[in-house]
């Protein structure tokens, strides 16, 4: 065993001592040096030649002027997306289209005016559904090196500008930087880590194991590319939600037209205009990925068409019926993730300062507008005085306000930003008081005997007049049937139920029609995982919350919808599975049909004697009966 390491490390050398040991000759060892400098060289240019074609390639996008931190403009009193119509100086220089929407984009922190924009509408959109087309026949081509470098280049460029990235989406939805920083920077390049370092693994040809009676077929699923898929996704993470199912689409081999919610246009065009710079400094054709910019009732242009072979829907469950419905017309599949009411379950015996910090940034992370934000906490009446009293004293420390007005005084230390617009746009192009729904609902709970010590009403905030601000609001002494807690918030709202036992607190947790994500903590990781198990929904952390969203799959169950993105699970969806068997050694075996089965078939008794002694032989419960069925076999044979 010496000799054959020895010859496979220094073969030259092995050799020339061994003739030694017979001659007086020696292998030159000018030989054996070039050998090894050539070798070495040739692996040397190898390697930089791959290094210099997967190597990340710079491009440029130009930043938005409103995203810096100072930037100024026209206020807007109570904004909304419509704030056009009611105010001319927020018009477009050349004027107001006849019969066109427009979507009036502004910094819901602030009112300051970003932009009104021209909506799209549905022949718009069906013009990019054929650009994305066209590119796609291209791209479906590449290779896995060519996808990964254009992720490659992505990661670096945000990591580059992360900066620049959290002020434009923080401009755009009035969220904190740190906020920015967590949900749309982290998590982003986390995927594409996981796109760069996993997703070929996921998508090539993977062998699948075969029958007894298929030895010599070799079974495989190809994960071939759908064509054109669509993305209809919310507002909270505007970054992070139009790269997500981009990245994972352009990785699958697809063309991608995304719909981003009208609330975020302006932030929006930015992100995918990086991307489509990306794939142009890259070599490839940007109208790969397309962005429509639209309001709901247009949206049927990629629901409805059928040319889109795949939708992923993020957002409200109304909406979401709607999509599901109308993508019904070609049966264009969809994934629908419909926001929750995630319980975190917080059993007896738990340190409270330990996870006070988690259960904190679970609840007010981005105003509480996170759909997989910590909606219920569950807590047992023995530390139940404890929690409530620790996450109030904290809330009541919380300070509200733009992350961007540092110039104010208040920006540089703000913990809450603001909700996204104080009014909701509704589809006949009505608003309605977000904020008011907000308070009422706080309202009926203490009606009804919840203890409300904190918030429960919009915010002035003095330096922010025009801002969209919620108090942090802690309710305690909740009840399962309140409405309070049974309907998705999405606000800094933190609503407490406690509990006497371990299974009423299972049953409050599945008491309601949405089913997304769940915690649990407690101090016996074994008695967790039990309860989790018992949990009805479609991610659950112990003693966490949402660290279930890089490389698992991402959906819920019941009102919270159906279907998966992100992980193996998610990537895969966006392609079809195609089954492809082939002979194993088709010199020496292939498929052949039996006499006694060949059409048109002699004799059915014959046939049938050999189709069951063959069944038999492969799947009898026993040796004895395989034995019997071989017999069987071989006498109809003979005959």
Not at 50 to 74: I, S, Y
Not at 428 to 446: P, S
């Amino acid at each position: 065993m010496g000799a054959l390491l020895s010859f496979l490390i220094h073969p030259f050398d092995t050799l020339r001592r061994r003739r030694n040991e017979f001659d007086e000759g020696n292998i030159d060892d000018l030989l054996y040096h070039l050998t090894l400098f050539f070798a070495f060289g040739i692996y040397t240019v190898f390697r930089r030649y791959q290094n210099a074609k997967n190597k990340a390639v710079n491009f440029h996008v130009a930043p938005l002027e409103a995203a810096k931190p100072n930037w100024t403009g026209h206020h807007i009193a109570n904004a909304h997306l419509n704030s056009h119509r009611y105010d001319a100086q927020l018009l477009p220089p050349i004027g107001e289209a006849i019969g066109r929407d427009y979507i009036t984009c502004f910094d819901p922190a602030t009112g300051l005016h970003l932009d009104t924009i021209l909506a799209d509408n549905i022949h718009e959109i069906g013009a990019k559904i054929d650009k994305a087309a066209a590119a796609q026949l291209k791209w479906k081509k590449t290779t896995f090196a060519d996808r990964r470098r254009v992720v490659r280049s992505l990661k670096k460029w945000l990591v580059e500008n992360q900066e620049l990235c959290a002020q434009t989406a923080c401009r755009d939805t009035g969220k904190t930087l740190v906020d920015a920083a967590l949900g749309e920077i982290l998590t982003t390049c986390s995927k594409m880590d996981f796109l760069l370092s996993h997703g070929e693994k996921y998508l090539r040809p993977e062998t699948r194991s075969n029958p007894p009676m298929m030895f010599y077929k070799k079974s495989q699923v190809h994960y071939e590319p759908l064509g054109v898929v669509a993305a209809i996704v919310s507002w909270n993470y505007p970054l992070h939600n139009a790269w997500s199912p981009i990245l994972a689409a352009i990785f699958a081999g697809n063309g991608i037209v995304l719909k981003c919610s009208e609330n975020v246009v302006w932030s929006s065009q930015w992100f995918v205009r990086a991307i489509q710079e990306c794939i142009r400094a890259c070599g490839f054709d940007p109208e790969l990925v397309q962005l429509a910019c639209c309001y709901p009732d247009q949206a049927e242009g990629l629901t409805r068409s059928p040319k889109i072979k795949h939708i992923t829907f993020i957002g409200s469950e109304f909406v979401g019926r709607q999509v599901a419905v109308a993508a019904t017309t070609h049966l264009t599949p969809v994934n629908l993730e419909l926001g929750g009411k995630d319980p975190a379950i917080v059993l007896p015996g738990t340190d409270v300062d330990k996870w006070a910090s988690i259960w904190m940034r679970g609840i007010f992370q981005n105003a509480g507008q996170n759909c997989i934000g910590i909606e219920r906490m569950i807590v047992h009446n023995s530390i139940y005085d404890d929690v409530y009293q620790t996450i109030l004293d904290r809330a009541r420390s919380l300070t509200v306000g733009a992350g961007l007005s540092a110039s104010t005084g208040v920006g540089t230390s703000v913990d809450v930003g603001s909700m996204i617009s104080q009014t909701t746009v509704l589809p006949d192009g009505q608003t309605r008081d977000r904020f008011q729904e907000l308070t009422d609902i706080v309202n009926k709970a203490r009606d009804a005997g919840a203890k409300i010590e904190l918030g429960g009403e919009r915010y002035d905030q003095p330096y922010l007049t025009h801002g969209a601000y919620f108090k942090p609001t802690v309710v305690g002494d909740v009840t399962p049937d309140m409405d309070i807690a049974q309907h998705e918030l999405f606000a800094p709202v933190a609503v407490l139920i406690p509990y006497e036992t371990i299974e009423e607190a299972i049953e409050i947790a599945n008491g309601t029609k949405y089913a997304l994500g769940a915690s649990v903590f407690g101090p016996d990781k074994y008695q967790a995982l039990e309860v989790a198990k018992a949990l009805e929904c479609g991610m659950v952390s112990i003693n966490d919350f949402g660290v279930f969203y890089v490389n698992l799959p991402f959906g819920g169950t019941k009102g919270s919808g159906y279907g998966r993105f992100g992980g193996p699970e998610g990537i895969r969806s966006l392609t079809n599975p195609k089954a492809v068997v082939v002979d194993r050694w088709p010199w020496l075996i292939q498929t052949s049909i039996p006499r006694q089965l060949d059409y048109p078939i002699q004799s059915p008794t014959l046939a049938w004697e050999f189709v069951s002694g063959l069944t038999g032989l492969f799947y009898a419960d026993g040796w004895r009966g395989r034995l019997e069925s071989l017999r069987l076999l071989m006498n109809a044979n003979r005959r």
